[in-house]
Every structure is written in structure tokens, then in C-alpha cells.
């Protein structure tokens, strides 16, 4: 029975990976930070681990004697200090690496984000791992990431633990957290589509996620990065028309020029630090580079060198969506 650690295991993609791994006969155990996570993790059929980022003792208790660990655990925000982002996504990867290490794993999978590469605002298509990452300024989630993701890659040791990355578009499924967010946000009519909702983007269920990242564990190659999708493009209108379709909700057509909604983010951005204003602005230019401007990817080497392909169809997906609709 292979053992494996897993970071995240509470969130959105971290439970769906610990019940992909159960499943599969695995013996899973799982960080977590309170009670009622380790319930949670619990009702999954992991062990729960109490420990944080910011321990590698802790870490390393936790790990213990797994021969693979899964560092799903991450800041995702789209507005936050760059040392809150830094903290949680740089050194809280390189605290689990130290941990893995030390406890001698052998293979150490980590979930990134295929935004590393995103620079300045512009169209980017068919993108590939070989892409330069980018480290933008005004994008500490970006940022913090690709930090995170070269040390993830610079750890892999062909002697010792082996190291990879996954690396996906916009992750989404039965749950997804941003989905009441945006619902929030249409209701108050404050939902605008960025440039008409033209843009084209991938789209990765998070399912092919997790099955992604149990082919990387089982792979005997390391030092590697994976784009995973679900192996079609869409714009952003229809991809998030439809997923708010499931929910019952019209998003409406009120769209606002790319250009306009850029400075507008500057602008507001500029007011919450100076003004150190509660809660986060309507909008980011960090928001906008995820969404606004073409940015798909191919998948190639994650088929080639992994032998993926989605497990979950669009269509699967939206469905399961649809009967599991969020209740006001």
C-alpha cells in the first residue's frame, strides 16, 4: 500500500485528491490547522495531522514514513501583501521540501499554477512549459508561484526524491469556490464581462487535475512541469455562462473595455493601499491578466510523457455541476 502526505487536503482540489487516492487504495495522511479540518479530512478517509507550513518539525512529523507527499496547499487570493503570498506560497513550499527530504521521500508532487507565465497584459496561445516564467510586480499570486516553482524544480535530485510540478489553467468542478463569489457579484451588479468576455482560455476540471498529479507520482521522471487541461479552448463567456448556468443564475451582457477596466484596477488598487481601505477592491490587475487576455496552453508534454488525457468531459462536468446547484 503506498502512503502519501498530502497539504491542502480541506480545500477544493486537496479533497478531491484525497478521495482519488482512497479510492485507489491508498494510505493518505493530511495536514491540517483545527479541529474542524481534521474531521473533515477524516470523513475523506485520511489520517489528519495537525501541523502548518511554517514548521518543518511539524511538517516532518506529519510526513512520517510516506513515500510520496502532494503539496496542494496554497494562498490563492486575488488581492493581498506580497509577504502574505511570499510566506505562504514560497517558503511554505520550501518548508515542505526541507520535510519530504528529510524524511526521505521519494516523490514530491506539488500543485502550481499555470499563470507563472503570465507577464504584461497581451494575448498568449498554445503556450508551452518552456515558457519563461513571470514575476510581476503587481501580481504577488503570479509572483509568489513561480518563486515557488523554481524551487520546486531546482529540488529534484535523480539520486533522491524526484520532483514535479502540475500545472493548471482555471480549475473547476462541483464546488468551486469562486462560483458563490461571482453569484455574490452579479447579484449586487457589480458582474462585468472584461473585454466582452472574449477572451480564450483553458480550462482544467478538477478531476484531470488530480489524475494528473497521481500520473506524475507514478512517473520515474522528475524535474518536470505539466500545463494540464481539458483539452478544449473556450472564451470566458461561455465558459463562465455556463458554469453559472448550473447555478441558475444569468450573468447578464454588461461587458467593460479591457483598457478601461486595466486602469480602473490601478486606480482602485492605488486607493486600498493608500487609504488602507477593509476588504478587497472590485477589481485587480491581477484579476484582469487571469481572465481578460487570450491565455491557453497545450498539454502536449503532460499526453507524451505522462500518458494523460481527461478523465472528466466538459459536458461530465457541467452536468455534475448542474445537479449539485448551490441552494440560496
Not at 502512503?3 to 487504495?25: D, E, P, Q, S
Not at 501580481?139 to 493548471?168: F, H, V
Not at 524535474?223 to 472564451?235: L, N, P
Request: glycine residues 12%; proline residues 6%; hydrophobic residues 45%.
Amino acid at each position: 500500500m503506498t502512503k502519501a502526505f498530502v497539504t491542502g487536503g480541506t480545500g477544493f482540489l486537496g479533497g478531491r485528491l484525497i478521495k482519488m487516492l482512497v479510492n485507489r487504495g491508498w494510505q493518505v495522511r493530511a495536514l491540517h490547522r483545527s479541529p474542524g479540518d481534521a474531521a473533515k479530512l477524516t470523513a475523506l478517509g485520511a489520517v489528519p495531522v495537525p501541523g502548518d507550513l511554517d514548521s518543518v518539525e511539524a511538517l516532518s512529523r506529519g510526513i512520517g514514513d510516506a513515500e510520496v507527499v502532494f503539496h496542494a496547499a496554497a494562498m490563492f487570493k486575488l488581492w493581498g501583501s506580497a509577504e502574505a503570498f511570499e510566506r505562504a506560497n514560497v517558503d511554505g513550499t520550501r518548508n515542505v521540501l526541507a520535510a519530504a527530504k528529510a524524511q526521505g521521500v521519494k516523490r514530491f508532487i506539488q500543485i502550481g499554477a499555470g499563470a507563472v507565465v503570465m507577464g504584461p497584459g497581451r494575448p498568449m496561445r498554445g503556450v508551452t512549459e518552456d515558457a519563461p516564467l513571470a514575476f510581476p510586480r503587481w501580481a504577488p499570486y503570479i509572483a509568489s508561484k513561480g518563486r515557488a516553482q523554481q524551487i520546486l524544480i531546482e529540488a529534484d535530485d535523480p539520486a533522491g526524491m524526484r520532483t514535479a510540478i502540475i500545472l493548471p489553467p482555471m480549475i473547476w468542478g462541483a464546488d468551486m469556490p469562486m462560483i458563490r463569489e461571482t453569484i455574490h457579484n452579479v447579484n449586487a451588479g457589480r458582474f462585468r464581462w472584461p473585454g466582452g468576455g472574449r477572451s480564450l482560455m483553458s480550462t482544467a476540471h478538477v478531476e484531470n487535475v488530480c489524475h494528473a498529479a497521481l500520473l506524475a507520482a507514478e512517473s520515474s521522471t522528475g524535474g518536470r512541469a505539466y500545463f494540464v487541461t481539458d483539452g478544449k479552448d473556450r472564451s470566458l463567456r461561455e465558459v463562465m455562462g455556463t458554469l453559472l448556468a448550473t447555478q441558475g443564475v444569468d450573468p447578464g451582457s454588461r461587458s467593460a473595455p479591457l483598457g478601461l477596466a486595466w486602469f480602473l484596477a490601478t486606480v482602485m488598487e492605488a486607493a486600498w493601499r493608500t487609504f488602507r481601505l477593509k476588504g478587497e477592491p472590485p477589481l485587480t490587475r491581477q484579476m484582469l491578466r487571469l481572465v481578460g487576455y487570450d491565455f491557453t496552453m497545450s498539454d502536449s508534454r503532460a499526453r507524451n510523457e505522462l500518458g494523460y488525457a481527461p478523465v472528466v468531459t466538459w459536458e461530465q462536468g457541467v452536468e455534475e455541476m448542474r445537479a449539485g446547484a448551490l441552494r440560496p
